[in-house]
């Protein structure tokens, strides 16, 4: 089993900044991919980054490239999720997600654990 925690989302104005941390505790060892996933009401779920634990080799979403980074901290288990040059567009429910099997396309909605979501609210 695996537990994630999510934190850091917010409210803020385009332009700005945010950073999502997800803590993650239990079987880490097992985690091959790591990603962060969004829904807007009335939105499907959408993959924005991933990353593979082993290498770090990160996927973004066309939508964030170059605005949003992915990284993870394996000395303290954390997740990260820089978003910088936030829009409106941006505006979702955020959840860090995990997956202890190989993944074809990180991107896609097929990971294992999922956290309970952190808020990101971007006004115009």
């Known amino acids: 089993q695996v537990q994630l925690v999510e934190s850091g989302g917010g409210s803020v104005q385009a332009g700005g900044s945010l950073r999502l941390s997800c803590a993650v505790s239990g079987h880490t060892h097992t985690i091959y991919w790591m990603a962060w996933f969004r829904q807007a009401p009335g939105k499907e779920r959408e993959g924005v980054a991933a990353?593979?634990?082993?290498?770090?080799?990160?996927h973004y979403a066309d939508s964030v490239k170059g605005r949003f980074t992915i990284s993870q901290d394996t000395a303290d288990n954390t997740l990260y999720l820089q978003m910088n040059s936030l829009k409106p567009e941006d505006t979702a429910m955020y959840y860090c997600?995990?997956?202890?099997?190989?993944?074809?396309?990180?991107?896609?909605?097929?990971?294992?654990?999922w956290g309970q979501g952190t808020q990101v609210t971007v006004s115009s």
């Open positions: 990353i593979f634990t082993p290498d770090r080799s990160a």
């Open positions: 997600v995990a997956e202890p099997g190989l993944l074809p396309r990180p991107l896609a909605d097929n990971y294992r654990y």
